[in-house]
């Protein structure tokens, strides 16, 4: 008998080890077929943009809340906001900074989140690109004026990081990822925000909680954790991104019709679902960002939503747990992310060596959504076949996969700037 179970054990425990084995090999990818985007949950066929609009999109988004970001409870803007510090005199005289937070007060809790901008001078209202940052604002530049955050962060004793706080030891640490004085150079505004302020990124190494951050300020009657269908950190920096779009639209020297969300990984997941749901966005830039991003789940390729749902609980809402290594069930897939930004110009961008990311996945989503932009008479990817590495396409759906790994580069930056020449100028 006990050989038995002892036999059961063992195939068991083999079975769970090949369904969470991380896939690289393209001939192992499942035969899969991808919902339809142009046809309605009713069986209905959607062929122009006007049935999009009202009957397709408004489905997609929904189901998207549903089963995989969660939706936001309730509406919350915020309270009011301060200029904090401004200065016309950063990057020896290029650029304004300011120093703006944003209050939220609701349910007798209060978050500050602190939003830094820099804009090149004497240009009027200009562009900007607004990123998450993952280590608090001061990593983004080597200026010394950029206030430090005090909210949650995981240790990191190289960097400073200790008692979960940032200290001055990592000013500037993350200044490649944003490219700052690039930006400013071709006349784009950068805002940033430490992800954290909105909601601290604690996954199951620290202990998911969801007593702090945006969440607690909308929970009802004593409720301690977001509903299985509610909004978890993912949906909360989404949210958080539109937050900094509310702020642009009452500055001055900000163009609100020109506001460009970015994200780099996890942040890149947060941007897009961020641009699918608020259509002020202009344009929408995902690098790198993977599962749950751009990549299509279906494929199984590098990071499963299974696996992010195990290190990342915190992530995407309760009902995306449904779907852990039973992607053919998902009601959803990513290519109808890309396809709610549609007719706005979206970049998607992947490396070669980010496998986790799965390139061939994020660049199939592209592909896919591209029958939406085609309703709108915009041009997407036309070709199942993967560009050349370091060959973007820039139409309404631009894309590249550059050498090297999970980064953002320069040679990004150059590619993002030259997109939001082309389709925002
Ligand atoms: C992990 C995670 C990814 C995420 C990445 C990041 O690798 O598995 O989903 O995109 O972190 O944010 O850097």
Redesign the pocket.
Known sequence: MKKYILFFAIIISINIYAQNETNYDESKIPEYKLPDILVSEKGKKITNSRSWITKRRPEIVSLFEENIYGKVPGELKFKGYKVVEESKDAFNGKAIRKQVVLNFKNNGKELNVGLLIYLPKNEGKVPVFVSYNFWGNHTVADDPEILLTESWISNNSDLGRTNNRVTEQSRGVGKKLLSVEKLIDAGYGLATMFAGDVDPDKGAAAGPDYSDGIHPLLYINGQKKPLDYEWRTIAAWAWGLSRALDYFEMDEDIDQNKVIVFGH?????AALWAGALDQRFAMVISN??????AALSRRQFG?RLGG?NT??PHWLCGNSKKYDYKEATLPVDQHELIALIAPRPVYIASAEEDL??DPKGEFLSAYHATPVYELFGKQGVLSPNMPEINQPLMTSIGYHIRSGG?SVTEFDWNQYIKFANIHLK
Do not use: L, P, V, Y
């Open positions: 990984s996890r942040h890149g997941k790198n960002s993977g599962c749950g991003g990071e992010m290190e990342f986790w990311a999970h």
